[in-house]
């Protein structure tokens, strides 16, 4: 695919070591595990490394440990064509880890130690700023300090860049936050968080909660909720929350799905596509990555990408 779109991620990094049962143990129980695959995830890489794939050209502000999972961290960022300048190596600390079990219907449960990714700092923010190429988007998610974060979209929309946060793993946002948010793109659970709402309310009620979030905030929202696809509302714009479905698949694995919908929605933003059809890009990419085991192992590469991305593209 051609390099096109300009992406700054300022986001995480975690080596994820991934159990497969099936089923979660209870308390204080002991189970066997099918099967054991480590690979590459954190929120922000996994979103960098599909956008990457699409075509953007993704620059990656992050720190990493200075142990062997850093060092393959710096390889594996020049293997998917994404840009080290800024991905530090800190002294004395471990790169972060992931412990991920998914169970046989392919629901997880994901604990992570953040490690390096809690010494990014605005200050390192700001340098990598003032050298980057100019950024169309940069995208966040809550794995590493917010003042770095908030650091990143005050940059970027100084230089004119659209901002987008994923506000996971759900988290308090700094008040500053949202003001310096174009998009804010949580699943069901982080958005029940951010609103105090209820959690699984039908759609009816959360395209209420979801007008009423976004009108107070003044901040364009896509929240996905799994199989339902996502719901969109701009309220300078939509007078209805538009609801975009998505293709029912059987599911083996969700871990990095809704990474690779918020990498897909900022790549498809990079380029101009209309936010519907980057909606329906990003259902359909994450869709496909449910179907397969692991996080960035699981998403579509070469001609697979391609039919994906020409089956959508080729509607509008």
Not at 63 to 80: I, K, M
Not at 91 to 101: C, L, R, V
Not at 255 to 277: E, W
């Amino acid at each position: 695919m051609v390099k096109q779109g300009n992406l700054t991620i300022v986001g995480s990094n975690m080596i994820d070591l991934t159990s497969f049962l099936n089923r979660f143990p209870k308390k204080g129980e002991t189970v066997y595990g099918r099967d054991f695959q480590q690979g590459f995830g954190g929120k922000g890489s996994n979103q960098g490394v599909i956008a990457s794939l699409l075509g953007a050209n993704v620059s990656m502000v992050t720190t990493v440990g200075d142990d062997a999972y850093g060092r393959e961290w710096l390889s594996h960022y020049q293997n998917e064509k994404i840009n080290t300048d800024f991905v530090k190596v800190v002294e004395d600390m471990n790169s972060g880890t992931a412990a991920i079990w998914v169970e046989e219907d392919g629901d997880n449960r994901i604990v992570i130690t953040p490690g390096a990714n809690e010494a990014l700092d605005a200050e390192f923010v700001s340098q990598a700023f003032e050298t980057l190429p100019q950024a169309d988007i940069v995208l966040s998610q809550l794995e590493n300090p917010q003042q770095a974060i908030l650091e990143g979209f005050k940059r970027g929309k100084e230089s004119g860049a659209i901002t987008l946060l994923n506000p996971a793993p759900a988290d308090v946002l700094l008040d500053d936050i949202l003001e310096y948010t174009d998009w804010l793109l949580p699943n069901e659970t982080e958005f029940a968080f951010l609103t105090g709402e209820k959690h699984d309310l039908p759609i009816t009620q959360l395209i209420v909660a979801i007008k009423a979030f976004a009108t107070q905030t003044n901040t364009n929202l896509v929240v996905t909720v799994g199989k339902n696809g996502a719901l969109l509302y701009r309220p300078k714009i939509d007078k209805d929350v538009h609801h975009i479905e998505t293709t029912q698949v059987a599911v083996k694995d969700s871990t990095g799905a809704g990474d690779a919908f918020c990498g897909t929605f900022a790549y498809g933003l990079s380029i101009g596509l209309n936010p519907r059809v980057a909606i329906e890009l990003a259902n359909a990419i994450a869709s496909d990555s449910v179907q397969k085991l692991g996080t960035q192992t699981s998403y579509a590469r070469g001609q697979d990408l391609e039919k994906i991305v020409s089956g959508i593209l080729r509607k509008e």
